[in-house]
């Protein structure tokens, strides 16, 4: 079981909800539901929920708009619940990618026929295996020749403790940053990182929001992907809005997936500007609420993607939720999880030079990104050794 | 009517689409089509149509054979028979056959070819034909994965009179290839039309293609939305924000290994001297020449940001005026009158740049003005392709030039910095770093290679031979009438034969 789906069992508890949304009228698409709709047809609400300039949790909610969620984890209230969740999910993706390089860079160095003997490198692969619950790799790669080093397994240990409930989130927080093992060779030297970091992270995130959850439908929707707070599954959409994932990873279904999305969201926004009071007017254009939305809702379809194993189709959702005018940055409509999920699925596509591009973006927002961004790096250099490279002008 | 509204209009009315033509648009057609001799991007897209090579990407970037159809490599790895397809003709009926590989290789490698494709050949040492459909090679040292190097073009032997082959040959008007599209003609307009090879040997979704020259590239993107174009191979930044809101339009990411530069010819003084590139350098405010280009990353050296050869130690260049005059200084030169100059000879720089360049103009001008402002003289000159080729290529007749490199993933910059690399016109020459290359191209570790290419990151930046500017973010744009759209992040059409349109 993927690190994701490990998680999204704990994560569904909080996200699902009985309750409904405060709309008084039979929505003609199922978009009425949505927290858009709330926002913008009742900005009395929105102003409520936000709080006057002064109110402690306003901040919360800018940053949760703004995709900083770090930031909004320092706030009071439900914008750290929530963007405790988003920061769950998004360490679930990276753990997932995390998982696959570690892999990847043991089989690609073994299938080459020079991989170290005296090298930590078996071990680490074999704990990534673990994490992703691929119990033949593990078993396998505990057996090939290895180096035993005490680092390692003090590592396992801290990490084991965060897992287990026994150590917190902050104690998971310190563990990035810097490299676990350096390994002199006679050329310069091996830097591994931390295989286990963003599995330890996932759990930890996901611990914070066992308790005081927000309740009340617009706290838990505002700036998500959803459109109704019944939904059961983060891409809950899908069924109401009439769509349906294809069953293969086709590329070209997934894009026509969205097209029928952007059909049904495109009027829908022009109508409900229409009807909107002025200050709903202003915050639809303002806020740029249902691009954030339209955002939102792909990149949880393309996690979705990612962990039925369909990743052309995670790839394609991700290319259509990005803000093409800012491609390297974060935004209100480029999430980190965007990223994520971008990264991991050109990962899977054999595109792991292209992965690089969407870590890049991550690194500085999340420093513990770094060893991540260094073993997709190393894999990109081993699977280009026997490569003659090409340029070009131009 | 504006002359420019009067260009877009006779564009709009060129060559109509028919069901399954797709029309795309590049800034310049290719001067030249004859892969031994590629050096642009847009020559290297027109290859992917017409040619194969004996080897080639599957969607997930694997190494899958095309033109071979098994390979064996000997116990001690340095040989490697090949066996070829026994079903592929070239375009003009004659078949493929084992002396096409054994001709093109040696082609590659004879020196009065002046391929620029020739490092791409030289870890092999012996090409030799054993049958029709069978090819041993020979390398120059083991070679765990000698197909990942069998990437390169196969060309027809019969279509040249031997293996040393002329830039002027025939050949680059009238190529015939074993690829999945023949090119029909060239048309009156700078087009270049293509129809389907119909021995291909799998089904070719596009039944045409034609490649339009465009060459201001502000008009592309609306040639796009007016739907006279299907796809705009590259577009520009500025354009984003408007084709990512037309729901009839759809954005491509795909490689962003290109980075701008300006070179410095350092075969001759004053910049053989690493203090005046150096003084140069940072007379260069960067910022803000990128402003009107887009948004991108700065660099510091020859790598992009998001490459795992990236050394994030080395900062990029700071403009600092001050730093400069001491490195002029240093150099033994005075500033008299608010101009540089050496023995009484005033500082006179001549800047280079390929007319077909994206808003190279805009860079240009400013470039001249920033340096200007700063007391030097300056003169920039836009060239084609043939004098491009011909004064910066060839006779190195330049002192800085404007450009971008595109590199495929691998990032193999040894071309460009290396003393004896093919396309190292700049004359730029370090043994340490030519020791770091080989070293980064004979490792088996992979940490190996990160260091070196890390240490030549700093040591290529110390030395200057370049203003490293930025990289930009690549982006194709497609009608959403072109479906099952896989785009290769380097050579682009390698997957375009499962292209369809509706």
Known sequence: MSSR??????????????GSADVSTAPPSPLDGSWVATVVREPARFDALIGAADSPARPGWIALHKNAWAEATTTPG????????????LHGVLADLSNDAWRSLGTTWEQRGTLPTDSVLPTLVALAAKDAGDSVSWARWQKVPQRADPAVDSRVAQHDAVRKGEASLVTAQSLGGVPLVEEPIPDGRRTFWDPMMHFTLAQAYGREIAEGYPADPLERMLFSGMIDPADSTPSGAWKKLGLAMPPTDDAEACREVVRGFDRQLDPWKVQLAATAPEAGKALLGDLRLVEGLRSRALVDWAVDALGTDQPRCALAFAEMALDHEHPRELTPLNSPTLYAVTAAANLRTGRTREALDALQVLVGPFPETTGLDETVGDLAVLQGLDRTGDSREQ | MTRSWMLLTLALFALPATAANLRYAEDQAPAIVNPLFGSTMAEARVNELLFDGLYTDNQDLATTPALAASGELSPDKTEMTITLRDDVTWQDGKPFVANDVVFTIQAMQDKTTLSTEAGRAAFIKTAT????????????????????????????????AGTSVKRTDGFRNKPVGTGPWELVKYNEDNSVSFTTNGSYRTPVGLSEMTMREVSDKNYQAKLLLYESLEALVRVLPRDLAMLQNNRKVELYPYQTNSWWYVGFNATHAPYDDVN????MSALVDVPSLLAPVGTGDLLSGPFVKSSPYYNHDVNPVANDENAAETLFAAAGYTKVGGAWSKGGKPLTVRIAAHQSLESAQEVAINLQSQLQSAGLTVNVEFLDDAAWKGRVWREHDFDLILSQWTFDRNEDVR????????????????????????????????????????????????????????TLDSYAAMSVKVKNVVIHPFYFFTFATGWQMK
């Not at chain 2, 049958?131 to 196969?154: N, Q, Y």
Request: charged fraction near 30%; proline fraction near 7%.
């Open chain 2, 415 to 470: 071309e460009q910095f290396h003393s004896q690399g093919a396309r190292n016109f700049t004359g730029y020459k370090n043994p340490e770093v030519d020791a770091l290359l080989d070293k980064a191209r004979d490792a088996a570790d992979p940490f190996v290679r990160k260091t070196a290419l890390r240490e030549v990151h700093k040591r290529v930046h110390d030395d200057a031979p370049m203003v490293f500017l930025w």
């Open chain 1, 5 to 18: 789906a490990a998680l999204l069992p704990l994560l569904l508890g909080h996200l699902a909800c009985s």
């Open chain 2, 129 to 160: 034909a054993l049958d029709e459909h069978t090819v041993k090679l020979k390398f120059a040292r083991p070679e765990s994965r000698p197909e990942d190097k069998l990437l390169f073009k196969i060309l027809p032997a019969h279509a040249f």
């Open chain 2, 276 to 279: 005046v590139r150096k003084a």
């Open chain 1, 78 to 89: 439900a914008p750290a619940k929530r963007a405790n969740a988003e920061l769950a999910v």
